[in-house]
């Protein structure tokens, strides 16, 4: 029997500053503080929502453990499609945020390269696909490279 799940009830990341990453989620992806976690009268942790669609995501007070995280990509937040992905990469860019572009990846667009200011990088992927998944495993020998190649076919 295959279990009963519900997609993704909220992510959790290690912060070294709560306040600052909570600015920068606010100012960057528009979230907003649902939930204050307090130990002995002191915030260690919050839980972030997002008005448009957004995973609920959790961030927790922990400077070791937020320095050892930090450059690996933990996950991919969803976006719609591509317009609404080069909108995002837009945005960012106009508030001075580093990233690599909106680019042609194994089933449909990404966004990689975002850093948060603990230096976790921050993942967008559309649910739009250009390619459809079947019953066999797609399997892709180099994803970045074939991705590229596919990426040139597509503009030409």
Do not use: C
Not at 40 to 58: E, T
């Amino acid at each position: 029997m295959i279990p009963t799940l519900a997609g993704v009830h909220h992510l959790k990341l290690p912060v070294s500053d709560l306040a600052r990453s909570i600015g920068w989620y606010r100012t960057r992806l528009g979230y907003t503080v649902g939930v204050e976690f307090r130990e002995q009268g002191d915030l260690r942790g919050v839980a972030l929502h997002h008005p448009a669609g957004g995973p609920m995501l959790g961030l927790r007070l922990d400077p070791e453990k937020a320095a050892a995280a930090a450059g690996f990509d933990y996950f991919s937040i969803g976006v719609p499609d591509r317009a609404a992905m080069q909108a995002l990469a837009a945005h960012l860019t106009a508030l001075g945020e580093s990233h690599a572009g909106v680019h042609f990846a194994t089933i449909g667009w990404i966004l990689p390269e975002l850093r948060d200011p603990d230096g976790h990088e921050v993942r967008f992927y559309t649910v739009e696909s250009h390619t459809e998944l079947g019953d066999d495993p797609l399997t892709i020998d180099n994803a970045r490279e074939t991705a590229e190649t596919l990426e040139r076919n597509e503009t030409r």
